[in-house]
């Protein structure tokens, strides 16, 4: 079974502070991403990776950066929080088509 | 000026009978489309998946349908249960170019 984990569930961080929400998946899976999910608003991508070192905006990569130094990792950095990034954060990966969801990471940014 | 989160779609049946999820689809040119599940609180669970070159395909109680002419996705749950309400989203991919998520719809269960 894919195993894709995210370093946190819930996450509470200050105005201004800089944010790191970690990714891993165990199928050495070449794709992986980052979204966002409001109310409403459904899935919307921030940034992707097709390979190691590679990284592609997304939909909504203002305020968002990503790095992938390793196959099976990939970071999603807020540089300075601000209080519209509060969120449900969701990384997947793939390898073709499918892909698969980590459980998640809440953010709230007071 | 401020910009207005969409209403979720709602369904709501009651239990053991059949639900029908549909799904309009924007890219002609789409040959992968995949069904999932969201539970509160979890991330994205896939259920089905199925490829342009078929019209239908079944699962475990879940088929789903496509028609290419209306572009238009389907899933049909069979006998529903409590356990499945949440929110079920279809996305369409093209490739390997990355997958373009619907909205979502919600599946209420009545007892």
């Known amino acids: 079974d894919v195993k894709v984990t995210q370093s946190s569930r819930y996450l509470v961080k200050r105005t201004g502070e800089k944010v790191f929400l970690e990714c891993v998946q165990d199928m050495d899976h070449e794709n992986m991403f980052w979204y966002r999910q409001d109310p409403g608003l459904g899935l919307r991508l921030i940034y992707f990776?097709?390979?190691?070192?590679?990284?592609e905006k997304g939909d909504i990569p203002e305020g968002y950066s990503v790095s992938r130094e390793k196959k099976e990792r990939f970071s999603l950095i807020l540089e300075s929080a601000s209080t519209n990034q509060t969120s449900m954060y969701l990384c997947?990966?793939?390898?073709?088509?499918?892909?698969?969801f980590g459980p998640g990471t809440r953010l709230t940014v007071t | 000026g401020e910009s207005v989160g969409l209403h979720l779609p709602t369904l709501s049946v009651q239990e053991g009978d059949n639900s029908i999820i549909n799904c309009a689809y924007s890219n002609s040119a789409s040959d992968y489309f995949i069904w999932y599940k969201q539970e509160s609180g979890k991330g994205p669970q896939f259920i089905i998946d199925i490829r342009s070159n078929m019209d239908k395909r079944q699962g475990q109680r879940v088929t789903v349908l496509l028609n290419k002419t209306v572009k238009h996705l389907s899933l049909q749950i069979a006998a529903t249960q409590p356990g499945d309400s949440a929110v079920y989203f279809c996305?369409?991919?093209?490739?390997?170019?990355?997958?373009?998520f619907g909205q979502g719809t919600r599946l209420t269960i009545n007892p």
């Open positions: 990776s097709y390979d190691v070192k590679m990284k």
């Open positions: 997947a990966s793939s390898l073709e088509d499918r892909e698969y």
């Open positions: 996305a369409e991919g093209k490739g390997a170019q990355k997958l373009v």
